[in-house]
T-cell receptor, first 113, second 110 residues
Framework: ETGVTQSPTHLIKTRGQQVTLRCSSQ?????VSWYQQALGQGPQFIFQ???????GRGNFPPRFSGLQFPNYSSELNVNALELDDSALYLC????????????FGPGTRLTVL | DAKTTQPPSMDCAEGRAANLPCNHS???????VYWYRQIHSQGPQYIIH???NNETNEMASLIITEDRKSSTLILPHATLRDTAVYYC???????????FGQGTELSVKP
């Protein structure tokens, strides 16, 4: 286990609703990245937060937003849920400036009905 | 799009070496090669990375060709617990985004 925790583990929402996913980074890590992994695909980068500021974003619409808190934990918010948002959402943390040895949490499985 | 090409699947006998290839012909001089793996229903796990020299750690060895256009991840004595999807990633970002491709699904068989 990496020390990165995510909550909840599973979540079911209906189309149009909003969802908040949470991530606690590994101790000593100030950078958090979020990824979306659809079934049978590799993870896709959503965005990254470094010291509470967004530090890079992938090809995701603005209804995907995030926050990082002073303790470096993070939230991913998704508004106006669509069926295609059903996926495993992964959080990864690392020390800022370090090489890409990112430590991943177990993920949150989101199902949109 | 991912900048690497990997075979979609491979089999390996338990106790034998697993050699996973990766092509990255467009790699630039400041890009590193990273390997991660993802065991079913878990988050990806970092394995190893390198720039141009071969690297070894307690999990695996990474062999990078002299022209850096391809690499091979070697698991010296594969076990059933090594069954996973293995991702080869090239990136110059330090602590930045990782672009995952489809990976190689390695099945280690008794």
């Amino acid at each position: 286990e990496t020390g990165v925790t995510q909550s909840p583990t599973h979540l079911i929402k209906t189309r149009g609703q909003q969802v908040t996913l949470r991530c606690s980074s590994q101790s000593g890590h100030n950078t958090v990245s979020w990824y979306q992994q659809a079934l049978g695909q590799g993870p896709q980068f959503i965005f990254q937060y470094y010291r509470e500021e967004e530090n890079g974003r992938g090809n995701f619409p603005p209804r995907f937003s995030g926050l990082q808190f002073p303790n470096y934990s993070s939230e991913l918010n998704v508004n106006a849920l669509e069926l295609d948002d059903s996926a495993l959402y992964l959080c990864a943390s690392n020390r800022g400036g370090s090489y890409n040895e990112q430590f991943f949490g177990p993920g949150t499985r989101l199902t949109v009905l | 799009d991912a900048k690497t090409t990997q075979p979609p699947s491979m089999d390996c006998a338990e106790g034998r070496a697993a050699n996973l290839p990766c092509n990255h012909s467009t790699i630039s001089g400041n890009e590193y090669v990273y390997w991660y793996r993802q065991i079913h229903s878990q988050g990806p796990q970092y394995i190893i990375h390198g720039l141009k020299n071969n690297e070894t750690n307690e999990m695996a060895s990474l062999i990078i060709t002299e022209d850096r256009k391809s690499s091979t991840l070697i698991l010296p004595h594969a076990t059933l617990r090594d069954t996973a999807v293995y991702y080869c990633i090239v990136s110059h970002d330090q602590g930045g985004k990782l672009i995952f491709g489809q990976g190689t699904e390695l099945s280690v068989k008794p």
